[in-house]
T-cell receptor
Framework: EAQVTQNPRYLITVTGKKLTVTCSQN?????MSWYRQDPGLGLRQIYYSMNVEVTDKGDVPEGYKVSRKEKRNFPLILESPSPNQTSLYFC????????????FGQGTRLTVV | TQLLEQSPQFLSIQEGENLTVYCNSSSVFSSLQWYRQEPGEGPVLLVT?????EVKKLKRLTFQFGDARKDSSLHITAAQPGDTGLYLCAGSFMIKAAGNKLTFGGGTRVLVKP
């Protein structure tokens, strides 16, 4: 089954404790991205990757890091989480092309206390 | 600042009524997508419109892309409780032609009461 898998689905952590949210896709997509979703703001892009070892900042990259060592995986790293990073996070992947369909994971709800 | 403005933010209607959701921008889109998101899930693509003036129908859902490619609408006829969800528009801008960067609107939460 074609899918984007995120882990964990839920995470509560304390300020400053490094964490990683994993994302894996099985569709051989070149393009992967991370979004955060906050009420009334829709989805805002954090980082994206056009292929292995090629990543770039999205609209709200501060406080986040990513890596793309393999085509299928695109982890999101919070080196020192802060309460303003409490949000719902989505990983998405797609083929190349402006009208390509983006496939989303089920989301990771992160709470930083 | 939202580049894509969706309206209304929230819509509550009775089963059988019609509804329209709007997505507007001052910029020209190269393409526009509509997604629907249910609680606890990620967004799922409903449709992609590419040509100015294009109209696409998906059962009771009608999607229209403005002639100038700056706006779009989603119309649901005879809404059913199963249409309840968060509807998101997402645009690819011509100046961002280098990649698949989608810019999302703030979403419209639709509640259809039985």
């Amino acid at each position: 089954e074609a899918q984007v898998t995120q882990n964990p689905r839920y995470l509560i952590t304390v300020t400053g404790k490094k964490l990683t949210v994993t994302c894996s896709q099985n569709m051989n997509h070149e393009y992967m991205s991370w979004y955060r979703q906050d009420p009334g703001l829709g989805l805002r892009q954090i980082y994206y990757s056009m292929n292995v070892e090629v990543t770039d900042k999205g609209d709200v990259p501060e406080g986040y890091k990513v890596s793309r060592k393999e085509k299928r995986n695109f982890p999101l790293i919070l080196e020192s989480p802060s309460p303003n990073q409490t949000s719902l996070y989505f990983c998405a992947s797609s083929f190349w092309g402006e009208d390509a369909e983006a496939f989303f994971g089920q989301g990771t709800r992160l709470t930083v206390v | 600042t939202q580049l894509l403005e969706q309206s209304p933010q929230f819509l509550s209607i009775q089963e059988g009524e019609n509804l329209t959701v709007y997505c507007n921008s001052s910029s020209v889109f190269s393409s526009l997508q509509w997604y629907r998101q249910e609680p606890g899930e990620g967004p799922v693509l409903l449709v992609t419109v590419v040509t100015g003036g294009e109209v696409k129908k998906l059962k009771r859902l009608t999607f229209q892309f403005g002639d100038a490619r700056k706006d779009s609408s989603l119309h649901i006829t005879a809404a059913q409780p199963g249409d309840t969800g968060l509807y998101l528009c997402a645009g690819s801008f011509m100046i961002k032609a280098a990649g698949n960067k989608l810019t999302f609107g703030g979403g419209t939460r639709v509640l259809v009461k039985p």
